[in-house]
């Protein structure tokens, strides 16, 4: 626990369960749905519980309290059965963590350091990770991420229901993240709008794996359908805005008393279909009917399954705002002339009256002249034209240039033309276990320019900030060990300048140091600033790889984009190599 409480962390999460502002009535309720029925499973024990959690008074602590020297509290979002939950600093690594506390003589106190620990022990990015989990002064408590530039689902929905890329993003996520967990034994039971995050590139998060449904004394005897049934209903809710039982939860207004639970695309209008009938076969489970004849999803791994046997939904183009049309200026449209639109004119005082045609050569001299002039034309005319055709002939007896350098070239031994060499795979390259956009790094090497892999978006930049991101990148497999001779990166956006980089790596998932990702790789080449929206690279050595990793480590700016705020960022579109 000690190692990983001193990982870095790009960003943190607005912490776990209620505000202080909700009532208590509200937080045993707030699981209407989805808990439904772990909470009948467990019942009778959680009764029980809860007696025994309500005799405990919870620890008395304050804003500026320390845990551990290190764990400076600032502000508690909860308090509840017992324990409270704080945003808190630590001081030792200067970032912003959440913090949950209890006594250690709370009848939960155990079970919470166990799932902690169990839960620090996945180490998978998609989940908000345990930090550390301590018991000392008479206090269990346990540490997480904090993620401030995260957005809770249940903020997401208030402004409106997602769009079909968005929700099957999140469905997606989700559910692999979730199948995942259950592969090592751990279980969620408490997915909700409220345990789910989205970040600002579009990632979904999840936070207290295991340790939310600890605090609260929740249990399951069917934990991978529970859980599978509340992905079912986040879809829902992100399909519709509203949640799939007739009791208001998360912010959400619940379907009218005795319909039943109907199908989202009879809820709303316009519902992605494949969507609206993933949403019933997950949520199946409770009595619902799917809309057809598809088996129901009783597990997060028989989900995830079902969404990637789906046709891939494709994000909405970017909307791009029209320039302003061209407006001549006043110097362009010269002095004296009438200004456009009423502009006033550069003129002072009245305008001169036009000058008269010079008169017309008459005199016996003046004949003389135009008869000197034309023959002078005449004769650079010939001269010009006998000029022009020795050129040409000459030009014609010269050998083809592009013929005789390929001749030259084809002459020489071992010298081969540069041929294309086909991506077998690809996967996104995160060592410090943030991800940009995992899932749509295959589409660098689709053979369509339109789709693109994008990065997050920073505050400073083009160069990225060593202490935020040492670099962003993309590992491609080759299929076999090619030789290199350069990458053209296709780039969504122009601008400053991005730099990128190739290395030469091991495996598409290779095991390297946070402090120095490409450290132990071979450097190919570097692009320098490019301010277009290609980026040629041109390896010089003979080097072969199979595995080539693109790695930017300078974003241009762009305007901000729904989405994408922060107005540094870039997007690769097409990846080719050759050898």
């Given at each position: 626990m000690?190692?990983?409480?001193t990982?870095a962390?790009?960003?943190?999460?607005?912490?776990?369960?209620?505000?202080?502002?909700?009532?208590?009535?509200?937080?045993?309720?707030?699981?209407?749905?989805?808990?439904?029925?772990?909470?009948?499973?467990?019942?009778?024990?959680?009764?029980?519980?809860?007696?025994?959690?309500?005799?405990?008074?919870?620890?008395?602590?304050?804003?500026?309290?320390?845990?551990?020297?290190?764990?400076?509290?600032?502000?508690?979002?909860?308090?509840?059965?017992?324990?409270s939950?704080?945003?808190?600093?630590?001081?030792?690594?200067?970032?912003a963590?959440?913090?949950?506390?209890?006594?250690?003589?709370?009848?939960?106190a155990?079970p919470?350091?166990?799932?902690?620990?169990?839960?620090?022990?996945?180490?998978?990015?998609?989940?908000?990770?345990?930090?550390?989990?301590?018991e000392?002064?008479?206090?269990?408590?346990?540490?997480?991420?904090?993620?401030?530039?995260?957005?809770?689902?249940?903020?997401?929905?208030?402004?409106?229901?997602?769009?079909?890329?968005?929700?099957y993003?999140?469905?997606?996520?989700?559910?692999?993240?979730?199948?995942?967990?259950?592969?090592?034994?751990?279980?969620?039971?408490?997915l909700?709008?409220?345990s789910?995050?989205?970040?600002e590139?579009?990632?979904y998060?999840?936070?207290?794996?295991?340790?939310?449904?600890?605090?609260?004394?929740?249990?399951?005897?069917?934990?991978?359908?529970?859980?599978?049934?509340?992905?079912?209903?986040?879809?829902?809710?992100?399909?519709?805005?509203?949640?799939?039982?007739?009791?208001?939860?998360?912010?959400?207004?619940?379907?009218?008393?005795?319909?039943?639970?109907?199908?989202?695309?009879?809820?709303?209008?316009?519902?992605?279909?494949?969507?609206?009938?993933?949403?019933?076969?997950?949520?199946?489970?409770?009595?619902?009917?799917?809309?057809?004849?598809d088996?129901?999803?009783?597990?997060?791994e028989?989900?995830?399954?079902?969404?990637?046997?789906?046709?891939?939904?494709?994000?909405?183009?970017?909307?791009f705002?029209?320039?302003?049309?061209?407006?001549?200026?006043?110097?362009?449209?010269?002095?004296?002339?009438?200004?456009?639109?009423?502009?006033?004119?550069?003129?002072?005082?009245?305008?001169?009256?036009?000058?008269?045609p010079?008169?017309?050569?008459?005199?016996?001299t003046?004949?003389?002249?135009?008869?000197?002039?034309s023959?002078?034309?005449?004769?650079?005319?010939?001269?010009?034209?006998?000029?022009?055709?020795d050129t040409?002939?000459?030009?014609?007896?010269?050998?083809?240039?592009?013929s005789?350098?390929s001749?030259?070239?084809d002459?020489?031994?071992?010298?081969?033309?540069?041929?294309?060499?086909?991506?077998?795979?690809?996967?996104?390259?995160?060592?410090?276990?943030?991800?940009?956009?995992?899932?749509?790094?295959?589409?660098t090497?689709?053979?369509?320019?339109?789709?693109f892999?994008?990065?997050?978006?920073?505050?400073?930049?083009?160069?990225?900030?060593?202490?935020?991101?040492k670099?962003?990148?993309?590992?491609?497999?080759?299929?076999?060990?090619?030789?290199?001779?350069?990458?053209?990166?296709?780039?969504?956006y122009?601008?400053?300048?991005?730099?990128?980089s190739?290395?030469?790596?091991?495996s598409?998932?290779?095991?390297?140091?946070?402090?120095?990702?490409?450290?132990?790789?071979?450097?190919?080449?570097?692009?320098?600033?490019?301010?277009?929206?290609?980026?040629?690279?041109?390896?010089?050595?003979?080097?072969?790889?199979?595995?080539?990793?693109?790695?930017?480590?300078?974003?241009?700016?762009?305007?901000?984009?729904?989405?994408?705020t922060?107005?540094?960022?870039q997007?690769?579109?097409?990846?080719?190599?050759?050898?």
């Amino acid at each position: 626990m000690a190692e990983r409480s001193t990982a870095a962390v790009d960003v943190a999460d607005s912490d776990g369960e209620e505000s202080l502002t909700a009532e208590a009535g509200k937080a045993t309720a707030d699981g209407a749905g989805t808990q439904q029925k772990a909470g009948k499973e467990t019942e009778a024990a959680g009764n029980r519980d809860k007696g025994a959690a309500a005799d405990v008074n919870p620890p008395e602590l304050h804003s500026g309290h320390k845990l551990a020297r290190r764990y400076r509290l600032e502000e508690c979002v909860t308090r509840l059965d017992g324990f409270s939950s704080w945003r808190a600093v630590d001081e030792k690594l200067r970032r912003a963590v959440g913090v949950h506390v209890l006594p250690a003589d709370h009848p939960r106190a155990r079970p919470v350091l166990a799932a902690a620990r169990s839960a620090a022990l996945l180490g998978d990015p998609r989940f908000v990770q345990v930090l550390d989990a301590v018991e000392e002064n008479d206090l269990v408590y346990v540490v997480h991420e904090w993620l401030p530039d995260a957005t809770e689902l249940t903020t997401v929905l208030a402004s409106g229901p997602l769009e079909p890329h968005d929700a099957y993003q999140l469905v997606s996520q989700v559910s692999q993240a979730m199948a995942a967990a259950h592969r090592e034994g751990l279980a969620h039971l408490r997915l909700n709008p409220g345990s789910v995050l989205r970040t600002e590139s579009g990632q979904y998060r999840i936070r207290g794996l295991a340790v939310l449904a600890a605090l609260r004394g929740i249990s399951s005897e069917h934990p991978q359908r529970t859980d599978t049934e509340s992905i079912g209903a986040l879809l829902y809710a992100g399909l519709t805005q509203r949640w799939p039982y007739d009791q208001d939860a998360h912010g959400l207004s619940g379907l009218p008393k005795g319909v039943g639970l109907i199908a989202p695309d009879q809820v709303r209008a316009g519902v992605h279909r494949g969507l609206s009938e993933l949403a019933m076969r997950a949520l199946v489970n409770d009595g619902a009917t799917a809309s057809r004849q598809d088996q129901p999803c009783t597990t997060p791994e028989e989900l995830s399954k079902a969404v990637a046997a789906m046709p891939r939904i494709r994000p909405p183009e970017p909307a791009f705002t029209p320039s302003p049309a061209y407006q001549r200026t006043n110097y362009q449209q010269g002095y004296g002339q009438p200004p456009a639109h009423g502009g006033s004119s550069r003129t002072i005082g009245p305008a001169a009256a036009p000058m008269p045609p010079p008169a017309p050569l008459q005199s016996r001299t003046g004949k003389a002249l135009k008869w000197t002039v034309s023959a002078l034309l005449i004769a650079a005319l010939g001269l010009g034209s006998w000029q022009l055709a020795d050129t040409l002939l000459k030009e014609e007896n010269k050998p083809d240039p592009g013929s005789s350098t390929s001749e030259k070239d084809d002459d020489k031994p071992g010298q081969v033309a540069s041929k294309p060499i086909p991506i077998e795979d690809a996967a996104e390259f995160a060592p410090d276990g943030s991800a940009q956009n995992a899932d749509e790094a295959e589409l660098t090497h689709d053979g369509d320019a339109s789709t693109f892999w994008r990065t997050s978006g920073y505050n400073d930049g083009p160069p990225l900030a060593p202490s935020v991101k040492k670099g962003v990148g993309i590992i491609y497999d080759l299929g076999s060990e090619r030789t290199l001779k350069g990458a053209s990166i296709g780039l969504h956006y122009g601008g400053s300048y991005t730099e990128a980089s190739l290395y030469a790596t091991d495996s598409l998932n290779p095991s390297v140091s946070a402090d120095d990702p490409v450290g132990s790789f071979t450097k190919l080449a570097s692009s320098g600033h490019v301010t277009s929206k290609t980026a040629n690279l041109k390896v010089k050595s003979k080097a072969k790889a199979r595995y080539v990793l693109v790695w930017l480590t300078a974003l241009p700016y762009s305007p901000p984009e729904q989405y994408y705020t922060r107005p540094y960022k870039q997007a690769i579109t097409e990846v080719k190599f050759t050898g």
